[in-house]
């Protein structure tokens, strides 16, 4: 493992090399949860963004804050696309709003701060998480939308962070999740079949594509 | 980078001339240009191809995202990084633009500005369409392939021909894509193809599993139903497959349409596969003949 990998202590994944991204394909709730295990269950030193389409900024903030109480707050910053006008911050976590999840011009730009002014608070390297990818589906066009996701993956390549987009595939086409797929470097999918969630990766090289066992 | 032409947009006389110096200094072999206002940079766009645009955000004639949105429209396969002190930019009209943001003072933002450029550039990490992974390559391959089109040109249009007999289509086509356009190099029918690469269904057909894409209906695909130009061209159905060079660039796209819905059948897609090999053949053909000429 280079020190510029991304690791995931307690899941069976090998370190991600810097600068790539990975789309985490599943039913909506549990694609979502495993995406934070991704970017929140790693090395405390790295700095997440967090962009979220259909939870308030302040809910992901109090969401994260139970489930990874060692975090530190001051190195997470969160993008809130849900369009829910923000009753006052109740979190140390820095907080975008952006006026909907369409305004992907909005995020791009609203990311791109955060991620500067983790930067001047000394944070090194950025774990980004989009979730999801989904919602922006129903009304955003989809060359659009493959713009947002070239133009994030530019982003995360250039500074060598690590990348990570959820999709519900069971929300659309077949060629969507495809095409949105050749995008990024990797792919995660997950599912829950039993009483623990299963994962099989697809990309990155030496997996053999077969489903295990994980503890979320 | 090489041979890439980056233009550098700012009101601000030592901004630009300090932005344009760390550009030239980073990449050997880089064109740059400067323009001081929205105009003077549509006016540059309009004369010269350029690959990534870096421009402020406040001019007097209008702003950056004002640009970025007429280099969308005009201009798919440049790349748009805004580098302004702002931080204040009014995106609700721009929602689609979709750029890159630099923040001018922000700590390391010329080392961050020039690894986005090197991004936004060769890579094409802005497009809105499938990018293969060895894009420059490619390109370049399908670049060499457009010098030949005259040779080429009677092979494929007996090639379109019989594939529209074969098919039972309405139409056919062998189009090469370049950077930022599909090109037909022959057709058979009336279809008219898109000529934007954004807009086509071949820049997916040279991503797709084994380089061949079925699409029964445009309407009902999400990637294509929004697409104007295939929709106004009454591309309702379509089957296409990659062409390869010897050295495995898929350079252009063999394809038929239909104006009507119509499902594929594993034959058919076996069959367009046959098809775009024997493309391949000609184009090797045509390469070997020209070397020989040489």
Sequence with gaps: MSSDDFGFPGLPIDPIPAGRTVLVTGPSRLASRFARELVFGGDHEDGVIFISTSTTGNTVATDTRIAYPELDFSRFGIVDATGQTRAGSETAARIEQVSSAADLTGISIKNSILASHLKESGVDRLRTCFDSLSLLLLYTNFRTIMRFVHTMDGRIAATDGLGVFVLDPSMHEPQVTYTLKSVCDGAIEVRQESATPDIRIDGFGTYAREWEAIEL | ?294
């Design chain 2, 1 to 294: 980078m090489e041979e890439s032409v980056v233009l550098v947009v700012d009101g601000d006389e030592g901004t630009r001339l300090q932005t344009a110096e760390l550009v030239r200094g980073e990449f050997e072999g880089v064109s740059v240009l400067t323009a001081n206002s929205v105009a003077s940079a549509r006016d540059a766009l309009e004369n010269q191809s350029v690959d990534v645009i870096v421009t402020g955000y406040v001019f007097p004639d209008g702003n950056g995202l004002e640009l970025a949105d007429h280099v969308r429209e005009r201009y798919t396969g440049t790349g748009c990084i805004l580098y302004t002190n702002s931080e204040t930019v009014d995106t609700d009209s721009f929602e689609d633009v979709v750029v890159e943001f630099v923040g001018k003072e922000t700590p390391d933002a010329e080392r961050t500005l020039l690894a986005l450029i090197e991004q936004a550039g060769p890579d094409q990490t802005q497009a809105a369409h499938p990018v293969p992974a060895t894009e420059g390559a490619r390109h370049d391959a399908a670049e060499r392939i457009r010098d030949l089109e005259q040779r080429l040109s009677p092979a494929f249009d007996e090639l379109t021909t019989l594939a529209v007999d074969h098919f039972g289509a309405r139409s056919a086509a062998v189009t090469l894509i370049l950077r930022d356009r599909q090109v037909p190099v022959s057709d058979s029918g009336t279809v008219t193809v898109p000529t934007v690469r954004e807009h086509s269904l071949a820049t997916h057909t040279i991503v797709s599993d084994g380089g061949v894409m079925a699409v029964p209906d445009t309407r009902a695909d999400p990637r294509f139903s929004g697409t104007e130009e295939i929709q106004s061209a009454a591309i309702r159905s379509y089957l296409g497959a990659a062409i390869e060079t010897a050295g495995g660039h898929a350079v252009g796209v063999i394809s038929v349409y239909d104006d009507e819905k119509r499902e594929f059948t594993a034959i058919d897609r076996r069959e367009i596969r046959r098809f775009s090999a024997l493309a391949g053949e000609i184009i090797r053909l045509a390469e070997g003949g020209e070397r020989s000429e040489q």
